[in-house]
């Protein structure tokens, strides 16, 4: 087709138009999706290799979760949580097991569900652990990204996500990712909660040295402490695992969980913990309109039976055995790091050859769709029903990209 025959330029300016400027897409409008495959108004094709920063680990429009949505939207969408509707039950039951929890708190955003575990664990403090009232800290990490709440950019350590954003939430405790020495010298009689991703998604795959989850753990519990993981991009089979925490066999107090909760379908996100830390909440004191509606909860059931299977953990296991070691030959050829968990790969480019955003937009010309992350690093993240041909061609897409 000519340039000035498709529709993609003009469906970019008016997408920008009326809109604030808070992302920097890739010029690509998509139409339509199916499994791991996008179309663009102009009928191209295009193999996703982000997965909506996997919301969409079960593929565009699994038919299991499309027929439950389909199904609930033909009975009941919304009760608000001021009624019991059909659809709670089951899902807190069977999330609540997946995670191995007494309880689960369904909130909408992944942000929602940062702000349940920050309020949780104070209230926690206060009121078990017997921190001085008004004193509660929580501890996080350098690096983080936990959502874009005025509380949560408080404590980030990205200028973008942050300047300009206060007056800042106090009570947080910043220190180095992956650093245990330095995380025992924070906690004090006033730390409620330590607060991390298992691996750092948005700083770009950052897996923690061997042993540090396993020592948070044992520091949390040493010194009466509640873990937090925050999973919401990490979880839910994106790692091989259920969740990120079990390659160490780490159980932690709180799981934080959203983006693929809801299937790609619609915002779930959910707190999970034992009844003596999300039993501190009593009646008025959180919630959320949305929170656990008919819908959601309908897709997010389904989306814990496909996880209950052990499939979708299986897959990101084996074909993330595939993708390292595709992504491992181009090093010295274009990429100057490569690490990789599941179906998850953080890629360091070589910065003398192009920048992330670049190496996204080549990659796009040859129907690849990835996203920059940090300068020059590019996260991989394919919804969990790709195919093994279909990670051997992202991959060679990369190479041609990388060997300009
Ligand atoms: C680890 C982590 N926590 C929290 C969030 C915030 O989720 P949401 O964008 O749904 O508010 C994200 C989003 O990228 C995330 O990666």
New binding site residues.
Partial sequence: MIDDMLRTPSAVRDAERHTAHNYHPLPVVISSAEGAWLTDVDGRRYLDCLAG?SALNFGHRHPKLIEAAHAQLDRLTLTSRAFIHDQFADFCRELAALCGKDLVLPMN???EA?ETGIKVARKWGYQVKGVTPGQANIVVAEGN????TTTIVSFSTDSDARADFGPYTPGFTVVPYGDLDALTAAVDENTVAVLL?PIQ??QGVVVPPEGYLPGVRQLCTDRNVLFIA?E??SGLGRTGHTFACDHEGVVPDMYLL??ALGGGIV?V?AVAANADVLGVLKPGQHGSTFGGNPLACAVATEVVRLLATGEFQRRSAELGERLRTGLEALLGKGLVAVRVRGLWAGVDIDPALMSGREACERLMERGVLAKDTHGSTIRLAPPLVITADEIDHAVAQLAAVLAG
Wanted: hydrophobic share 20%.
């Fill in positions: 920063y955003t992944g942000a940062v990204f936990h959502g874009r991703e998604g948005e925050d919401i991009q959203g983006k915002p996100s």
